[in-house]
């Protein structure tokens, strides 16, 4: 289950990160990095 | 400090990987939020720069995924409507001896797919067709990373050999007679290895009077192709007299009986193989046909970090061509697959139910992981980490570094995954050293190119789709060990014949620069 969430969430970082970077936008792309991380812990606290 | 700042994420990854004995998942999680803090606090990248870093990894991991999960379906595919069944037992009608089975398999059959296809191919249709005619899981995928390796560089019909040539603009066939020397060292290892990872070294000893002849065979085909200047061809044409003269060789040694007549059930031979005799045909095609001009691709700005690593803008990054992806390609093939079953009337909707629930189950795992040790290497390249990493050991090595050029190609293709990057890294960097030291420019990239070659065994995107098609999904750790000492000791004979040509004999291919 939560690796799907995980698996997901990739969707809205990568448009994020995506928008962020063509657009220059620094604000939307730091979300997406805040996001990335907070998936990467999750993943790896979750057990396996 | 800057050395050792640059390969702490990689120094994580493996210590989670190899001692911790971690999943890729967690291992790859703890390596990229390393790299991300490292990157940020002490190479002087900012958010934006982070953000197309970043961007620019998962744009790379979907290239790498939509293979993934596209070969996982077409072999979910195969598997559950039993076809291939019906190719293992004609397999064992042909060639009855289990040892030459693995050897040509693992060494020759996966390096002729890669030469027409590449991107992991060979080892999401061979590590199966291994594990299903008896063979153990983690050998089989030990066998086929490192026996196909060989052929990665001049593979795919030739995309590493162009690139290696387009990042260092030096001539073309030189580089490739450069690479031949190399690849010849790489191809007996690599038999060899397969050999000892089959039965150890009685193994090695009775593998001798295949991998030597074959071999022999190989080198003066892959020269003659290269000498003919037919670049896209070297890989697919040296792999096939390999297998011709291998299986020739087996025919003559051990006078096999020859079978009536083709094992059959509800698919004959044919049906069976369809889907992977479409994998090549279309391959082919679309190379021949050049229809590269449909795709998807990402545009990215360029940026320069506080310390002054430029990085390029890209115009069209992680090109997904519509024909010419191997995605597409097997997605067609699947089609083919569905169409025949249909024909044959094995058709049947819970199981291709079945087949796509299987599918997402296995794929969700890898992609995650992928997607976290991907952006680990966009992150490390574009903060300028992989560049300070390869100056510092160089600056540490002096003139004993051509002993140990072999571990920038092998690092590249471990943090990336593919040799076509490995040689965008450090193509140009090793030429750069190789003319500082005064030895020849040809010689060093021929060797990056094919360090790099035998690197994606180590790659964590082919480690990952050698997992899910084998069934050992979690257990990467175990891959990896399995892996690397072949992977280690062939670098190290690389690395020796290196410094022979350019420090001892002070070779001289392509004229001076």
């Given at each position: 289950?939560?690796?799907?969430?995980?698996?997901?969430?990739?969707?809205?970082i990568?448009?994020?990160?995506?928008?962020?970077?063509?657009?220059?936008?620094?604000?939307?792309?730091?979300?997406?990095?805040?996001?990335?991380?907070?998936?990467a812990?999750?993943?790896?606290?979750t057990?396996? | 400090?800057?050395?050792?700042?640059?390969?702490?994420?990689?120094?994580i990854l493996?210590?989670?990987?190899?001692?911790?004995?971690?999943?890729?998942?967690?291992?790859?999680?703890?390596?990229?939020?390393?790299?991300?803090?490292?990157?940020?606090?002490f190479?002087?990248?900012?958010?934006?720069?982070?953000?197309i870093?970043?961007?620019?990894?998962?744009?790379?991991?979907?290239?790498?995924?939509?293979?993934?999960?596209?070969?996982?379906?077409?072999?979910?595919?195969?598997?559950?409507?039993?076809?291939?069944?019906?190719?293992?037992?004609?397999?064992?009608?042909?060639?009855?001896?289990?040892?030459?089975q693995?050897?040509?398999?693992?060494?020759?059959?996966?390096?002729?797919?890669?030469?027409?296809?590449?991107?992991?191919?060979?080892?999401?249709?061979?590590?199966?067709?291994?594990?299903?005619?008896?063979?153990?899981?983690l050998?089989?995928?030990?066998?086929?990373?490192?026996?196909?390796?060989?052929?990665?560089?001049f593979?795919?019909?030739?995309?590493s050999?162009?690139?290696?040539?387009?990042?260092?603009?030096?001539d073309?066939?030189?580089?490739?007679?450069?690479?031949?020397?190399?690849?010849?060292?790489?191809?007996i290892?690599?038999?060899?290895?397969?050999?000892?990872?089959?039965?150890?070294?009685?193994?090695?000893?009775?593998?001798?009077?295949?991998i030597?002849?074959?071999?022999?065979?190989?080198?003066v085909v892959?020269?003659?192709?290269?000498?003919?200047?037919?670049?896209?061809?070297?890989?697919?044409?040296?792999?096939?007299?390999?297998?011709?003269?291998?299986?020739?060789?087996?025919?003559?040694?051990?006078?096999?009986?020859?079978?009536?007549?083709?094992?059959?059930?509800?698919?004959?031979?044919?049906?069976?193989?369809?889907?992977?005799?479409?994998?090549?045909?279309l391959?082919?095609?679309?190379?021949?046909?050049?229809?590269?001009?449909?795709?998807l691709s990402?545009?990215?700005?360029?940026?320069?970090?506080?310390?002054?690593?430029?990085?390029?803008?890209?115009?069209?990054?992680?090109?997904?061509k519509?024909?010419?992806?191997?995605?597409?390609?097997?997605?067609?093939?699947?089609v083919?697959?569905?169409l025949?079953?249909?024909?044959a009337?094995?058709?049947?909707?819970?199981?291709?139910?079945?087949v796509?629930?299987?599918?997402?189950?296995?794929?969700?795992?890898?992609?995650?992981?992928?997607?976290?040790?991907?952006?680990?290497?966009?992150?490390?390249?574009?903060?300028?980490?992989?560049?300070?990493l390869?100056?510092?050991v160089?600056?540490?090595?002096?003139?004993?570094?051509?002993?140990?050029?072999?571990?920038?190609?092998?690092?590249?293709?471990?943090?990336?995954?593919?040799?076509?990057?490995?040689?965008?890294?450090?193509?140009?960097f090793q030429?750069?050293?190789?003319t500082?030291?005064?030895?020849?420019?040809?010689?060093m990239?021929g060797?990056?190119?094919?360090?790099?070659?035998?690197?994606?065994?180590l790659g964590?995107?082919?480690?990952?789709?050698?997992?899910s098609a084998?069934?050992?999904?979690?257990?990467?750790?175990?891959i990896?060990?399995?892996?690397?000492?072949?992977?280690?000791?062939?670098?190290?004979?690389l690395?020796?014949?290196?410094?022979?040509?350019?420090?001892?004999?002070?070779?001289n291919?392509?004229?001076a620069?």
């Amino acid at each position: 289950m939560i690796k799907n969430i995980i698996f997901l969430s990739f969707i809205p970082i990568f448009i994020l990160l995506y928008y962020g970077s063509t657009f220059e936008n620094p604000t939307v792309g730091l979300i997406g990095i805040l996001m990335f991380i907070i998936a990467a812990v999750v993943q790896f606290i979750t057990k396996n | 400090m800057e050395l050792l700042l640059s390969v702490t994420p990689l120094i994580i990854l493996l210590f989670c990987l190899l001692a911790l004995k971690m999943s890729t998942g967690k291992s790859g999680a703890l390596a990229v939020v390393s790299a991300i803090v490292i990157a940020y606090l002490f190479f002087g990248i900012d958010a934006n720069g982070l953000t197309i870093a970043m961007s620019k990894g998962m744009s790379l991991a979907l290239y790498v995924l939509l293979i993934i999960w596209a070969a996982v379906f077409l072999y979910q595919l195969v598997y559950d409507f039993k076809a291939i069944d019906v190719i293992n037992k004609n397999i064992i009608l042909f060639i009855k001896e289990p040892f030459i089975q693995f050897l040509l398999l693992s060494w020759l059959f996966s390096s002729v797919l890669q030469g027409i296809a590449g991107f992991g191919v060979p080892v999401v249709i061979v590590v199966p067709i291994l594990i299903h005619l008896g063979f153990d899981r983690l050998s089989s995928v030990a066998a086929v990373l490192l026996g196909h390796s060989w052929s990665v560089s001049f593979g795919s019909m030739g995309s590493s050999f162009f690139t290696i040539f387009l990042v260092t603009n030096l001539d073309q066939q030189s580089i490739g007679y450069a690479m031949a020397i190399f690849d010849f060292a790489a191809m007996i290892m690599m038999g060899f290895s397969v050999c000892y990872i089959y039965g150890g070294w009685e193994y090695v000893k009775k593998g001798f009077k295949y991998i030597i002849p074959t071999s022999l065979v190989m080198i003066v085909v892959m020269f003659t192709v290269i000498y003919l200047n037919l670049v896209s061809l070297v890989g697919l044409l040296t792999a096939i007299s390999g297998l011709i003269t291998m299986y020739t060789l087996y025919i003559l040694r051990e006078k096999p009986e020859k079978p009536k007549e083709l094992y059959k059930d509800k698919l004959n031979l044919g049906q069976a193989l369809a889907p992977y005799i479409s994998i090549i045909t279309l391959s082919l095609l679309f190379q021949i046909f050049k229809l590269g001009k449909y795709a998807l691709s990402f545009k990215y700005p360029g940026f320069v970090t506080d310390l002054g690593f430029q990085v390029q803008a890209e115009s069209a990054y992680a090109k997904i061509k519509i024909f010419g992806h191997p995605a597409p390609i097997i997605l067609m093939s699947v089609v083919i697959g569905i169409l025949i079953y249909k024909k044959a009337n094995i058709w049947n909707n819970e199981k291709f139910k079945n087949v796509v629930h299987k599918t997402i189950t296995k794929c969700t795992k890898t992609s995650i992981s992928l997607v976290f040790l991907i952006t680990m290497a966009l992150v490390m390249m574009d903060s300028g980490m992989t560049n300070a990493l390869a100056l510092n050991v160089a600056n540490l090595t002096g003139g004993l570094y051509p002993l140990f050029a072999p571990l920038f190609g092998i690092l590249g293709s471990f943090i990336t995954g593919s040799n076509t990057n490995s040689n965008v890294i450090f193509g140009k960097f090793q030429m750069s050293v190789a003319t500082a030291l005064g030895v020849n420019a040809f010689v060093m990239a021929g060797l990056q190119s094919i360090s790099g070659s035998i690197g994606v065994s180590l790659g964590p995107t082919t480690i990952l789709m050698a997992s899910s098609a084998s069934g050992l999904n979690g257990q990467e750790s175990k891959i990896y060990r399995k892996v690397l000492k072949p992977v280690l000791l062939t670098a190290a004979i690389l690395g020796i014949i290196n410094y022979i040509l350019l420090v001892v004999i002070k070779i001289n291919i392509g004229g001076a620069l």
